[in-house]
């Protein structure tokens, strides 16, 4: 089985499942995410309204590495490969390649190291926090928009109203100091001004920790240091706290954060660590956890939390394995996308209907929870 940590170790927001107790903001909904495991479930079609299999055919000068990130928008699938070619690939439901957002380099409308993208308001925004810009196409054809340039580092750009933007801030803005390095979200206005900062670190101290909160939607979005989904509120410019995950007090320590093969290392345990950003669907969410040998879903609903065991010997096609994103925009909110493990098992995918052929290059699941 294809083991998505190794690649995604960025992605990651990694806790213990002992079932502490966390300080929860005020407003916010506390998940006990231990509860999880006496909430096992054995059939996962309770939870689910339809799914189905997009085979995507992509031409050899487009082809990508790992497809990490995905989303699904306007009858269209955007995926990402951050780790080889760093591109934005776009397909129509049926999986036929459409076009390729933008090209590797310096020039005014390339990218040299994109590590990001999100999609709002018709529009697709391709970020690298190396380069302090965010490069706007038309989700519509690919046709380029405009550069948007700033002077700190960010690893997203979300567009949440017509004159509000939320960046996620990463570790390479020491010069700057103060707020943008304890903090992990700016809000600035549509000249880029600031606005507001959020999610601030709890540990401002230590300012060499992975730096990922992964976005999910343009307004909403999951903090790595403080374990909370927060939701941009236009009436007073503030983001509120939606969930607050409680994943006990074994945390992985900041200083192994430091160190990739520490990092890496603690994933060997037997504990529960939630691997995937959680996916929001209105007041239920899904997300992927690991756990030694098993890749279990941590599912919230109704107020309970569930989790749905996947192994070597368990996995079945209809299972979404590795969550890599979700649909956006009305009807879609309760849609999750994730990558199908093939390995030598292509000639079972016949029993779903996918004849795995040649030109196939990658194969998505599209799931859509009730």
């Known amino acids: 089985m294809r083991t998505l940590l190794l690649f995604s170790f960025t992605l990651l927001a990694a806790f213990s499942c002992s079932g502490g107790t966390v300080n929860a903001p005020a407003g916010s909904t506390v998940i006990d995410v231990a509860s999880s495991l006496d909430n096992k479930i054995t059939d996962l079609s309770q939870f689910v309204d339809t799914s189905y299999f997009v085979p995507l055919r992509t031409p050899a000068e487009n082809l990508q590495g790992q497809i990490i990130r995905a989303a699904l928008y306007n009858n269209k699938i955007f995926t990402f490969d951050e780790y080889k070619t760093r591109t934005v690939n776009a397909y129509n439901t049926d999986g036929k390649f459409l076009f390729s957002l933008y090209k590797i380099g310096r020039g005014p409308k390339e990218m040299l190291t994109a590590h990001s993208f999100t999609v709002s308001n018709n529009k697709v925004f391709v970020t690298g926090a190396l380069e302090n810009k965010t490069l706007v196409f038309s989700a519509e054809d690919g046709s ?58 709890p540990d401002a101290s230590n300012l060499n920790e992975i730096s990922r909160s992964t976005n999910e939607s ?38 192994m954060r430091d160190d990739l093969l520490k990092f890496m290392e603690y994933y060997t345990d037997d504990n529960l660590h939630i691997s995937s950003s959680p996916i929001i669907m209105g007041n239920s969410f899904i997300a992927q956890a690991a756990m030694g040998d098993k890749k279990p879903l941590i599912i919230y609903n109704d107020g309970k939390c569930y989790s749905y065991d996947i192994t070597k010997d368990t996995y079945k096609f209809t299972d979404p394995l590795d969550i890599v994103g979700k649909g956006i ?33 990658d194969i998505l699941l599209i799931t859509k929870f009730k």
């Open 144 to 201: 380029y928009i405009r550069t948007i340039n700033y002077p700190f580092s960010a690893i997203v750009c979300s567009e949440i109203t017509d004159n509000r933007y939320l960046f996620e801030l990463n570790d390479y803005n020491t010069k700057l100091g103060g707020e943008y390095l304890t903090n992990s979200v700016l809000i600035t206005d549509s000249l880029f001004n600031v606005v507001a900062f959020g999610a601030k670190h």
């Open 218 to 255: 343009g307004d909403t979005f999951f903090s790595l240091y403080t374990d909370n989904v927060y939701k941009y509120n236009p009436l007073n410019d503030s983001l509120d706290v939606l969930y607050t995950f409680d994943y006990g007090d074994d945390n992985i320590p900041n200083d």
């Open 329 to 361: 925009g009305k009807g879609l909110e309760n849609t999750v996308i994730s990558s199908v493990y093939i390995g030598d098992r292509a000639e079972e995918l016949k029993d779903y209907g996918v004849n795995y052929t040649d030109d196939i290059t």
